[in-house]
């Protein structure tokens, strides 16, 4: 089955800086990669997703890249804000039903 | 909108005791996903319905561990028995689903259960 790895596990910067979590995952057919972020004691949230179809796509402060021949992708946040601080959690879906694989998860701490 | 919605939030019972979970999924959404939260493991994949039909409980820890899904509307995850290794935090999710489509799924608020 399908298996992502995240990186790193805790994170920590200082406000305005940029941050970068990295996802690889083991299954040549995955196609479709979600990203949420999930607030303490909250539910995970879909922040961005993208597609084996395109490489990068962006949405305000939040870009995802995706190496398909290095079966790996990222979340860069830019400009980061205190609201930030959060666990993000990246995740790869494969052929079929569309069964989800959840990375680990990085805990994002972001200094005011 | 009324999103996912999970019942009941919190959960404390003791050992032994049989425990069930609701789950409302969005109206519309067609595949229902139940999740397991913890520190120790992360988030883990239970069982997933398609059309109100199982398609993998390869995810179900072991024969303590049930879910139906009776209509399009409606979930329930059972326990019985209990034990204190089952406290976590159970998340509902649901998407509009099926072969080939990659579309994001919606998370509950999920259910905080406590084994005593």
């Known amino acids: 089955g399908e298996n992502v790895e995240q990186h790193p596990s805790t994170l920590s910067v200082q406000e305005g800086d940029s941050a970068v979590i990295k996802c690889t995952y083991s299954d040549s057919a995955s196609n479709y990669f979600p990203w949420y972020k999930q607030e303490l004691g909250k539910r995970p949230q879909l922040i961005i997703d993208i597609r084996s179809n395109v490489g990068e796509k962006k949405d305000q402060r939040i870009a995802v890249t995706l190496n398909k021949t290095a079966k790996h992708f990222s979340l860069h946040i830019t400009e980061t804000q205190p609201e930030d601080s959060a666990v993000y959690f990246c995740?790869?879906?494969?052929?079929?039903?569309?069964?989800?694989?959840f990375g680990t998860g990085t805990k994002l701490q972001v200094i005011p | 909108d009324a999103g996912v919605i999970q019942s009941p939030r919190h959960e404390v019972t003791e050992m032994g005791q049989e425990v069930t979970l609701r789950c409302k999924p969005i109206s519309g959404h067609n595949s229902l996903f139940w999740y397991r939260q913890t520190m120790m493991r992360g988030l883990e994949l239970l069982i997933y319905f398609n059309n109100n039909v199982p398609i993998d409980d390869s995810g179900m820890p072991e024969d303590r561990f049930s879910a139906k899904m009776p209509n399009a509307s409606f979930s329930t995850l059972k326990i019985q028995p209990s034990e204190p290794r089952d406290s976590a935090v159970y998340f509902c999710a649901s998407n509009l689903g099926g072969v080939g489509s990659n579309q994001p799924q919606h998370f509950g608020d999920g259910t905080r259960l406590s084994i005593l």
């Open positions: 995740a790869a879906s494969a052929g079929g039903y569309q069964k989800v694989t």
